[in-house]
Structure formats: C-alpha cells, structure tokens
C-alpha cells in the first residue's frame, strides 16, 4: 500500500504544479486596467494602420490612464464624437470605451483611487524611458 500512497501522492503534486498560478478571478482595478491598455492599443493600431481612413486623424487622442480623474471625461468625449461613424474599427473601440467607463462608474466606483485630476497628462502620453545599452 505505502508505494500505492507515494504513486497518488506524486501525481497530485505534478498535477498541482501543472495548474497556473494565478488561478484568482480578476479583481475590478485588474479588469480596468487591461482594458484601458487594450484600448489604448487599439487606438495606436488604428491611427498606424496603412488603410486608416482620413476621419481617424480628426478622433479625440484615446491615451488612457485610469488613475486620473479625467479618465472618465475623456472615455466620454471619445464615445460621444460624431465622426468615423461609418468605421467599423472606430464603432469596436467606441464599444469598448463605452463599457470601460460603465466598469469604472458602476462596477469600480468604491474599488478605485484616482491619484490625479490632470487633463493635459492624458493629451500627451509620457513615453517610457529609453534604456541604455
């Protein structure tokens, strides 16, 4: 019996390492996060895209923090423009602004801390820095 218990044993342990490791459910700041750089993303992929239609140019620059308040405003702003309608892209990326804001406004609104109210920040991006070789 005992090589029987070390075989049982053996295999729960290469069961458990073969699980991942981060098996917790996504928190709200998570779920924000990831789809404030999705969408972020998606906006930088739309402007470089070789067939961008001239309407993208005129769209609202969609640089997304969520730890400034202005977040919100500019989710707002970006959804409600009028133009690029006829875009299917733009109408994808509208959709998913649209549904961050609810998150950060119904779902997150006692979950998160907004650590600044600087509008001009969320114009122009700070690039990361540039690492020296």
């Known amino acids: 019996k005992v090589p029987t218990m070390k075989m049982l044993l053996l295999l729960v342990a290469l069961l458990a390492a073969a699980l991942p490791a981060s098996t917790a459910p996504p928190t709200c700041y998570s779920r924000v996060l990831s789809l404030s750089k999705e969408i972020t993303e998606s906006f930088k992929e739309l402007q470089t895209s070789k067939t961008v239609d001239s309407c993208v140019e005129t769209l ?66 700070i690039s990361p820095p540039i690492e020296h070789l």
């Open 60 to 125: 609202p620059r969609l640089y997304l923090d969520i730890h400034n308040y202005c977040v919100l405003a500019k989710l707002r702003d970006f959804v409600a423009y009028p133009g690029c309608d006829r875009l299917v892209e733009v109408n994808e990326l509208k959709e998913k602004a649209r549904s961050l804001y609810t998150i950060l406004i119904s779902y997150c609104r006692r979950d998160l801390v907004f650590l600044t109210d600087d509008c001009n920040a969320l114009e122009i991006p």
